[in-house]
């Protein structure tokens, strides 16, 4: 805890708890997982839990204020000056064991300081406003932040091409020109020569290494239940040695993964691949549960 002159600034409606005794509720505090600040009173202390400050007033030096800062292992230099140490910001990340908040205190003015309550957040399924990603005609990168591990899921909907004779394809794609997997949606005629059967109006799940001009590691071929301009829906999931695709909810396409190419390899999900005319789908939005961020705490 860091100890400074200040009073502490809050929202109607937040009750801080009372104690008795400073040294103690400085103390407490301390060890509170979700405790942000503690606060000197006349009669003893008031302890201020996580989002219900919203700032310190520096000006107003007839109480003590202590909030958490996390120091790296040298003592601040002499010339850098409390509270902040020369920094702009300090922050400090929280954990009740399965999510994550962070407590970021920001010399804001002078005379104040900031305090911003945020928490970690991950998309769990489709926004509920999603914004497409597919209007402009060109290949479509996402890179990953965080790996695709088991338990992950990626999910896809849109529109297929209204004619015929069109595809579009999902790539999980790894470092060095590899594809732990690579799914293609069939609209009509097949182009792959690779194919073992012709094709023709399937959905490909395959493994590539290298280069397109070679054959797949390893290939399976579905029906395709969809037709010209239907919508879908396909989610992708994995255990340690299999794909799970499913599609619309209703069916489940099984692929085993190569091992030499595990799915956690993936460093960007790539829609359109190719970038080729006979590749279309239209109004797409694509998303997983990996697309996380620090959210204003409510
Ligand atoms: C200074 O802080 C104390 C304790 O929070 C408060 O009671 C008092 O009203 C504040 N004074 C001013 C001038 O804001
Ligand atoms: C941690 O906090 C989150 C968000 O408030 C809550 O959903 C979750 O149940 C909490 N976990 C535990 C172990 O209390
Ligand atoms: C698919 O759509 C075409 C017209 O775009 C239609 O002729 C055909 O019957 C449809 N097939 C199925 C299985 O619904
Ligand atoms: C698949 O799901 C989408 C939206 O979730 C729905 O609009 C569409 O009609 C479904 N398509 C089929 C072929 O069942
Ligand atoms: C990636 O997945 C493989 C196969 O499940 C596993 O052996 C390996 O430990 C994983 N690596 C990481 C970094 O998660
Ligand atoms: C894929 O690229 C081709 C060629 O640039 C383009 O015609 C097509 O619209 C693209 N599709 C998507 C979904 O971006
Ligand atoms: C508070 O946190 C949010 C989310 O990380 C960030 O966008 C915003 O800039 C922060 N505000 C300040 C004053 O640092």
Redesign the pocket.
């Known amino acids: 805890m860091i100890v400074i002159p200040g ?2 600034v809050y929202p109607d409606g937040v009750v801080p708890v009372s104690r008795g005794e400073w040294a103690q509720c400085l103390e407490e505090c301390r060890t509170t997982w979700n405790c942000a600040i503690s ?1 000197q ?1 006349i009669t003893g202390c008031f302890l201020f839990f996580l989002n219900q400050v919203t700032s310190i ?1 520096l000006s ?1 030096t ?2 003590a204020v202590a909030f958490k800062m996390s120091l790296p292992n040298e003592c601040p230099l002499k010339t850098d000056n409390p509270p902040l140490f020369g920094k702009s910001t300090s922050e400090v990340i929280a954990t009740n064991g399965t999510s994550y908040f962070k407590t970021q205190v920001v010399g804001s003015t002078e005379s104040q300081l900031t305090l911003n309550f945020t928490s970690f957040e991950c998309l769990k399924d489709f926004p509920e406003n999603p914004v497409l990603r597919g209007n402009d005609p060109i290949r479509y990168d996402y890179p990953l932040a965080y790996k695709f591990l088991p338990g992950e899921e990626f999910f896809m909907k849109g529109k297929i091409a209204p004619t015929f004779n069109k595809r579009f394809t999902i790539s999980f794609l790894g470092p060095s020109d590899t594809y732990p997997l690579f799914i293609k949606v069939i609209n009509g005629l097949a182009d792959s020569p690779y194919s073992p059967e012709k094709g023709n109006h399937q959905i490909e799940i395959s493994t590539w290494k290298e280069t397109f001009a070679a054959n797949p590691i390893s290939i399976k071929t579905y029906p395709n239940p969809y037709n010209n301009s239907d919508a879908f829906e396909i989610r992708i999931k994995s255990s340690d040695t299999q794909v799970f695709v499913y599609l619309n909810g209703t069916t489940t396409l099984t692929f085993d993964i190569e091992p030499s190419l595990p799915l956690n390899s993936t460093i960007s999900f790539v829609i359109n691949y190719s970038g080729t005319g006979g590749e279309r789908v239209d109004d797409y939005y694509v998303g997983w549960t990996g697309e996380c961020s620090w959210v204003p705490m409510t």
């Open positions: 009073a502490v606060s009173t007033d107003n007839s109480t």
